[in-house]
DNA sequence: ACCTGAACACCGTTCAAGT
DNA sequence: ACCTGAACACCGTTCAAGT
């Protein structure tokens, strides 16, 4: 496959989204800066206005990526298992595990300041993700591990606690000394919680 | 009470605290910068540095004084109760109500960047929240309402629930058209889930 | 004590210009 | 098509100076 290469990148989009994330890790999403990201991608400083609107459009791809991993990080983990109460289990620890394994990722998709009406691809992005979690829902309902009913109030409940789990354990706000302790934690808060989501009407 | 009043404040730390608030208000934690702080409460551009050491010690300020406010709502909304269950649940509800009273706090006290051992006021003011929280937990157990053992992990799980609806609620993600039926949702969530942490360990 | 203006090294964004 | 340098109006922070 022939490499067409004007001027410095193949593929400067995803040499900036790379370089953003990069940052983002090192400063957080307050001190990232695009001119910084401009220079650790090797192109001047408004070569990324070829590429996204703004600094504002830039933090709306690394969250639409955000998103789309984790729905196959939610996805991924339920494949393996056989009843729909397991595939639910699972899908929440991934959405925890997501959150430990790409924290820059899940700071920008629920922190930045995103305008969903003007990034289309990041609003859908993040419906699509919790459209994954109510799919789950609707499973256990059809097997008759939890009521029928409307499903979103319990997918709202379940994506509670999963998120809070999520974002209480990236700000560091836990007393846990490693990533497993804090995946341990959320599998028994899980657990424990399922019988409680048949009360969420 | 003979007020001093230096060049152009009585309390210049008091009115930069507030301009600081109104203004994250208007343009989130993000946007929010010292020198429009300082033109808002009416001194150059400077004049902060003689309150506080830069930017990062005003934010938390802020959300010290979140912590506060929040442990004070979660006192004042259990006061009224009688049994130690409803004690806990009204707490909760205090918790997410106060998200929605004071998102700006709330967003500073959890999402801004601020160093914990550069900022002990802020520290502090944040695991006397928490403990607050924990201190309800006891109660249950010394009224049998829950199971005896160490209270910190049905603390983490309660927190983590009722951190997730505030956060999401914060951040738009839920589909409800008023702040009640966050709390009326909040309320259901809290109530199923009570006998959860029963089996949390 | 508390405040000021000038200065420095940065931003995000725009624009005319280059290949 | 994709990239560049100069320019503009901003930042946070520092410093010498004023009352």
Redesign the interface.
């Known amino acids: 496959m022939p490499e067409d290469r004007p001027y410095h990148h193949g593929n400067l989009r995803e040499a900036l989204l790379d370089a953003a994330i990069r940052l983002i890790a090192k400063v ?4 990232f800066t695009l001119r910084e990201v401009a220079r650790r991608a090797g192109v001047s400083h408004n070569a990324p206005y070829r590429h996204f609107r703004d600094k504002d459009e830039l933090l709306a791809a690394v969250g639409t990526q955000g998103f789309r991993e984790l729905k196959q990080a939610m996805l991924r983990a339920a494949e393996s298992q056989t009843t729909s109460l397991d595939r639910l289990r699972r899908s929440g620890r991934a959405y925890v595990s997501f959150a430990l394994r790409r924290p820059e990722h899940f ?1 920008v998709m ?4 995103i305008s969903k009406a003007a990034n289309p691809e990041y609003n859908e992005a993040g419906q699509q993700a919790f459209a994954t979690l109510v799919s789950f829902i609707e499973m256990c309902q059809r097997e008759g591990r939890l009521p029928p009913g409307d499903p ?2 319990p997918a ?2 379940a ?7 999520a ?2 354990a990236v ?1 560091g ?3 846990f000394r490693s990533k497993a302790d804090v995946l341990k ?1 959320a599998e ?2 899980i ?3 399922l ?7």
Chains 1, 2 share one sequence.
């Open positions: 957080g999403p307050a001190g700071t629920f922190d930045a300041p979103l109030p709202l409940v994506w509670s606690l999963v998120h809070g789990i974002k209480l700000a706000r836990f007393p934690f028994r808060a657990d424990g919680f019988p409680a989501l048949a009360h969420a009407e």
